[in-house]
Every structure is written in structure tokens, then in C-alpha cells.
T-cell receptor, first 115, second 115 residues
Framework: AQSVAQPEDQVNVAEGNPLTVKCTYSVSGNPYLFWYVQYPNRGLQFLLKYITGDNLVKGSYGFEAEFNKSQTSFHLKKPSALVSDSALYFCAVRDRDTGGFKTIFGAGTRLFVKA | NAGVTQTPKFQVLKTGQSMTLQCAQDMNHEYMSWYRQDPGMGLRLIHYSVGAGITDQGEVPNGYNVSRSTTEDFPLRLLSAAPSQTSVYFC??????????????FGPGTRLTVT
């Protein structure tokens, strides 16, 4: 069965500092991996994805993530945080070897960037 | 394009009542899904569909029914509402992976309260 773990309920970082939001996953086959962001009272917005190829993927708003197969991780990073990055972030996985139809989400990590 | 639309935005039901949450997309996406979002639990998959006439269960299907008679619409029916179904419901759509689609597009959500 697929599962996603986001070990931190909240991450606090000062504006201008680098940020990392952690994600580990479990699938029976090979994964498609995603990060989404949710602002208050809004639906989720896609940030970036890993499908195949280069393990470092770049996405919207300066975010990037690194796929690490041996550690089954897909941590979200940004070199310099902005106050406007404060939001709820979700990691998600689809199992490509079972057709990739089911997307399973983590519980979410709230990012708070202090000015 | 309107993207993914959901109606209503808010709904209050009494225990035992039934209702249908509407979801429509105008992007010709084959894949559609319903999630519920509860604090600390992230998004949990209720049901999904990979095309008209094809539906399957997700992680938490009990108490909910779906059907997919057209590509555009994917309604979610609550058969007999219970307080445990108080949640925010999101509909999402995407192309299927075999068609080169991976990330999902989300609607704005329906906030449901069952008293």
C-alpha cells in the first residue's frame, strides 16, 4: 500500500533563510512524487513533481525538491524563504507500477516564515 | 477555462439527510477524484474515476457514492449524513499518466457541517 509521511507538523524559518520541508514515502513500485501548497480557504495548487530523470526537480516560486530513492525521500527546499511562502504544504505519491491512478497525500506541514 | 468547479461552497446538513456535492471540469481530463480534508490528517481519497463509466474506491469510501456518466462531471453523494462526515471536500482532476498527465488540479472545496 502507498503511504506518505511528513514528520513535522510545523516548520518555522526566518525570512531570507533556507527552508526544508521533509517527506518520505512508501510504494510497492516506482513512484511519481508531488508537492502541493494550500493557502487559507483555498484548494491545493501544484508546485512540482518528480516523474523520471534528474533527481533534482525545480518548480514554481523558486522551490525545488530532491528525489532520493535509497532513502525514499522527496524533501522540499528553497534557498531563501519569503513571508509569502507561509502556507500548508502537502507531499503526495502515485504508484506508477499500478497505473498511477491513486494519489495518496501526507498529513501536511505548516510553514511559517517570520519577517 | 473555468478549471475545476464545485458547488455548493458551504452546506449544513442534519444527521440522516442526503445530498450531492457537484464537481465539474472543462479540461477534458480523464481522471477525477474526491478527497476530504480533516485537521491533522491531510487529504484522504474517497473515490476516483479514470473515465466515464469507471469508478473505484479510495481510502475512505464508506458512506459515499459516486458515478461518472460524462467526462466533465463527477458528483459525490452522501447517502445518510453523519457528524463524522463534517469536513472540507475537494474535487480534483488530471490527465491519466499514460496520457502524460501527472499533477492534479483542485477545485475550491465544499465545507460541509453535519449536525
Amino acid at each position: 500500500a502507498q503511504s506518505v509521511a511528513q514528520p513535522e507538523d510545523q516548520v518555522n524559518v526566518a525570512e531570507g533563510n533556507p527552508l526544508t520541508v521533509k517527506c518520505t514515502y512508501s510504494v510497492s513500485g516506482n513512484p511519481y512524487l508531488f508537492w502541493y501548497v494550500q493557502y487559507p480557504n483555498r484548494g491545493l495548487q501544484f508546485l512540482l513533481k518528480y516523474i523520471t530523470g534528474d533527481n533534482l526537480v525545480k518548480g514554481s516560486y523558486g522551490f525545488e525538491a530532491e528525489f532520493n530513492k535509497s532513502q525514499t525521500s522527496f524533501h522540499l527546499k528553497k534557498p531563501s524563504a519569503l513571508v509569502s511562502d507561509s502556507a500548508l504544504y502537502f507531499c503526495a505519491v502515485r504508484d506508477r507500477d499500478t497505473g498511477g491512478f491513486k494519489t495518496i497525500f501526507g498529513a501536511g506541514t505548516r510553514l511559517f516564515v517570520k519577517a | 477555462n473555468a478549471g475545476v468547479t464545485q458547488t455548493p461552497k458551504f452546506q449544513v446538513l442534519k444527521t440522516g439527510q442526503s445530498m450531492t456535492l457537484q464537481c465539474a471540469q472543462d479540461m477534458n481530463h480523464e481522471y477525477m477524484s474526491w478527497y476530504r480534508q480533516d485537521p491533522g490528517m491531510g487529504l484522504r481519497l474517497i473515490h476516483y474515476s479514470v473515465g466515464a463509466g469507471i469508478t473505484d474506491q479510495g481510502e475512505v469510501p464508506n458512506g459515499y457514492n459516486v458515478s461518472r456518466s460524462t467526462t466533465e462531471d463527477f458528483p459525490l453523494r452522501l447517502l445518510s449524513a453523519a457528524p463524522s462526515q463534517t469536513s472540507v471536500y475537494f474535487c480534483a482532476s488530471s490527465y491519466t499518466p499514460r496520457a502524460g498527465g501527472y499533477e492534479q488540479y483542485f477545485g475550491p472545496g465544499t465545507r460541509l457541517t453535519v449536525t
